[in-house]
């Protein structure tokens, strides 16, 4: 029984702010792309050659068409708001249908972002609130556990994704040599003129090293995070990692919810410090324009 | 104390339960994670197409940034110069990095991407599902390059429409001032 002691742990405090972290962040994603409705909806490969109606769960992918794509979006909306404000198991059931059909619209503008929270949302349906848990009275600890096993998945899958993406990284010949990041960079896709126009003038280590240190990174991140010692900086290296990607690469949308999705990994007192740590710069910028006699 | 026991029983159950449903969650996700292999083959037809559906997971980005540079470029009708589709928002998403300009752009790339597919498809073997796609393709390829002609004020009946590919500068060029090393279009 012991040996399962550390799956079935987990702290409600975090899991009630990273629920409302992600349908935030969807909510968030989906105001910003009301513009190009139209745009989402590109029959794809996969549809066309598997083809939607073969069975049951196939199908459940297949629900908005052009037509109805508008609906698809404003029955997200509606879900959004009830599931951040009182979520149940039907209407996160629901949600998880919505969002992973949306998603599967167009695969040409999906990012690992977009996918991570469409499995994450999965997993949220199992992850029952408080409130939840005092409706089912005596019967509340099955869903305690069954809580418990839904967070234990979310970690691992995170700590799977950059498991296999730095395996991935690891077996090509362009990360053994060095060279990926700097081809990553040249790309003006994934780059800025002031950074693929001044590549040349980086010091060679400076170019070469960081390939290796993020296949070492990425694979090693499940006992990186498992440590309490470690789980800071780790944490830390992270946020400074995708943050990278959103300035430099411009993949906005992956940081953000990739920085959403490491939530899960915080603890309580994680907040609280971030919480001082936010109102200290607001009392120093409050401070600073009284001093120049803004206020 | 019956009771209690019972309770700590039914725990005991209700853990192992979910403990391998999860376990059976990933060693089939790992499965369908791995490289072609005969297992995955054998598996593949009856479980993994499902998981293409519904748990679709592909974490191997950036592993291979490549070297090359694509871009769908158009010449509408009664025009010499040929039109960068992405180049615009490209030089847009450049200057300002907050969302959503980026997913306009993929969006905007997602056109080129496609006909790209297309043209690696028209090299395999042809049989129903090609024509399907081929065509399918073909017919979003045309309609953005009559959407692009018609918001420069321009028709696009007897246009022309075409994939430029643009070589990276290689590592050791990295000091060279140009971009690209080499250019080839292919017209579609």
Redo the contacts between chains.
């Keep these: ?1 012991r040996i ?1 002691d550390f ?2 742990q987990y702290d409600d405090y975090v899991l009630t702010i990273f629920k409302k972290l992600v349908y935030f962040s969807c909510f968030f ?1 989906f105001i ?2 009301l513009h ?1 409705i139209e ?1 989402f909806y ?2 794809d ?2 549809h ?3 083809g939607c109606k ?2 049951f ?2 199908y ?3 629900l908005p068409n052009r037509s109805n794509t508008l609906v698809a979006f404003v029955a997200l909306f509606i879900l959004t708001l009830l599931n951040f404000f009182r979520d149940t198991f039907v209407t996160r059931l629901a949600y998880w249908v919505i969002l ?1 059909n949306i998603f ?1 619209l ?1 695969i ?2 999906l ?2 972002g977009n ?2 929270i469409s ?1 994450i949302s ?1 997993f949220l349906i199992f992850s029952f609130s408080q409130r939840e848990l005092k409706v089912a009275k005596k019967y509340s ?2 869903f305690q ?2 809580t418990a ?1 839904s967070v ?2 979310i970690k ?1 899958q995170i700590v ?3 498991f ?2 730095g395996l ?2 690891a ?2 010949k ?2 053994q040599n060095g ?2 990041l ?3 960079l ?5 780059s ?2 002031l950074v ?2 001044n ?2 003038k980086i010091p060679l280590p400076l170019l070469i090293l960081p390939s290796y240190l993020i296949i070492i990174f990425q694979i090693f991140l499940g006992p990186l995070l498992l440590f309490r010692d470690t789980k800071i900086i780790t944490l830390v290296m992270l946020f400074l990692f995708h943050l990278f990607i ?2 430099v690469m ?4 992956f940081a ?1 919810f990739m920085w959403v999705s490491h939530t899960i990994f915080y603890e309580k007192n994680y907040f609280f410090k971030i919480q001082d740590t936010l109102r200290c710069i607001e009392v120093k910028l409050k401070s600073n324009f009284r001093g120049k006699g803004y206020v | 104390m019956r009771t209690i026991l019972i ?1 700590h029983k039914s ?2 159950i ?2 192992i339960t ?2 391998l ?2 376990f059976s ?2 060693f089939i ?1 790992a499965i369908y ?1 791995l490289p072609a292999n005969p297992l995955k083959s054998y598996v593949g037809n009856r479980i993994l ?2 998981f ?16 090359v ?1 694509i871009s769908l470029i158009i010449r509408c009708d009664n025009q010499t110069d040929w039109i960068d589709t992405s180049a615009a928002i ?1 030089s847009e ?2 200057k300002k ?4 300009i ?6 905007e ?2 056109y080129a ?2 006909a790209n ?1 297309m043209l690696s498809l028209r090299q395999q073997e042809k049989n129903q ?1 090609y024509f ?2 081929e065509s ?1 393709y073909s017919e ?1 390829v045309s309609s953005f390059s009559k959407s692009e002609c018609t918001k420069r004020g321009l028709t696009f009946d007897s246009g022309e429409k075409a994939l430029l590919y643009r070589k ?2 290689k ?1 050791s060029e ?4 140009n ?1 690209f090393n080499s250019y080839e279009v292919i017209k579609l």
């Design positions: 029984m399962f799956v079935f994603y910003s792309h190009m745009k590109i029959e490969a996969l066309v050659s598997i073969n069975s769960l196939s459940l992918s297949c992973m599967s167009n040409y503008i990012d690992g996918n991570l499995l999965f600890w099955i556990e069954i096993i234990f998945n691992f799977l994704l950059y296999i993406a991935g990284k077996t090509e362009i990360w060279t990926a700097y081809y990553s040249t790309n003006p896709e994934y800025l003129p693929f126009n590549l040349g959103f300035i411009g993949l906005g949308y953000i | 309770y725990r005991y209700l853990r979910l403990v449903l999860s969650y990933f996700m994670l197409n499902h293409d559906h519904i748990f679709y997971q592909k974490w191997d980005f950036f592993s291979n940034p490549g070297n540079h490209l998403h450049q990095r907050l969302p959503p980026g997913k306009n752009l993929y969006n790339r997602s991407l496609i597919s599902s399907k796609l399918k979003i990276l500068r590592f990295r000091q060279s001032s971009m």
